[in-house]
């Protein structure tokens, strides 16, 4: 549940975010005509992603067992490189996010209002297929359905409370500290999800090793107890591990970590003119 949670409330915020600071740029420029034209953009992206959603949640019924881990296994790994390029992504450009936004704002002026439905569109539906994927891919690996859900609507209900105090002025995050400790975190449960689409390639017989195990714990800790389930709502780790899988999320997490860890140092360093 904490992964989902920590997931919706990021890719919630950064929409909320987002979708704020168009507003008060349009109110800015006192084109307030054009606010029914973004919120259309806003809403057409929401409809994609739970679309998106739907499709990936009931899209492979009736598929034989081997090709539904095929598909499971392959879209987890794309969920994996699509929030590991939007960690370092924002990563990078938080602190620019609002004047790249107010510069597309501009452009889209010159195209008429539609224009500016367009530039909401391609930002929020960014972050919704984002997290609509990453989301069916933890709830995929967790092995339950219901709580990591729930987790991950609460978190984009806080997001969006927030983003809207934020845009009110009632208060104020460091958004540069926010996206580096989550950050961090997703860091963590993505190398989780990269080890269970491993485990889906190896049982659709697409990858070798499935019986080459690292660690079973099932014997003092049951793939069913509270605490295995809790283990897999939270990390996405599971018992019983395989060599390529356990290899996999360490490699992931030092390597992506380290990274990322350089990146944040350099971005709080002063640059010279």
């Not at 370092?88 to 008429?112: E, I, N, Y």
């Not at 009632?170 to 540069?176: A, D, G, P, Q, Y």
Request: glycine fraction near 10%.
């Amino acid at each position: 549940m904490f992964a989902n949670l920590l997931i919706g409330l990021r890719e919630g915020l950064e929409a909320s975010l987002i979708v704020g600071i168009l507003v008060a740029y349009l109110v800015k420029l006192d084109r307030r005509d054009l606010l029914p034209k973004m919120w259309a953009g806003v809403l057409a992206a929401v409809a994609l992603s739970l679309i998106a959603g739907v499709v990936l949640t009931f899209g492979t019924y009736g598929l034989s067992s081997e090709a539904q881990e095929l598909i499971g296994g392959v879209l987890s790994i794309l969920a994996v490189g699509l929030i590991t390029w939007m960690i370092f992504w924002l990563a990078k450009t938080a602190k620019d996010l609002k004047s790249h936004l107010q510069a597309d704002v501009d452009k889209s002026l010159t195209m008429g209002g539609w224009g500016l439905a367009i530039v909401a569109f391609l930002a929020v539906a960014r972050e919704g297929l984002e997290t609509a994927l990453f989301i069916w891919a933890a709830v995929r690996a967790s092995g339950v359905d219901a709580v990591p859900l729930l987790g991950a609507l609460i978190g984009i209900a806080i997001a969006i409370a927030l983003g809207y105090l934020i845009y009110r002025g009632m208060v104020k995050i460091n958004l540069s500290k926010f996206f580096a400790w989550t950050g961090g975190l997703l860091i963590i449960v993505a190398a989780g999800v990269l080890s269970y689409g491993i485990h889906d390639l190896q049982e659709a017989h697409v990858l070798p090793g499935e019986d080459y195990i690292a660690y079973d714990f099932s014997s003092v800790l049951p793939p069913e107890s509270w605490w295995a389930v809790l283990l897999r709502g939270t990390f996405n780790l599971r018992p019983v591990t395989s060599w390529l899988e356990f290899s996999a999320w360490w490699l992931f997490v030092i390597i992506v970590g380290l990274l990322f860890l350089r990146m944040i140092r350099s971005s709080k360093k002063p640059v010279s003119a």
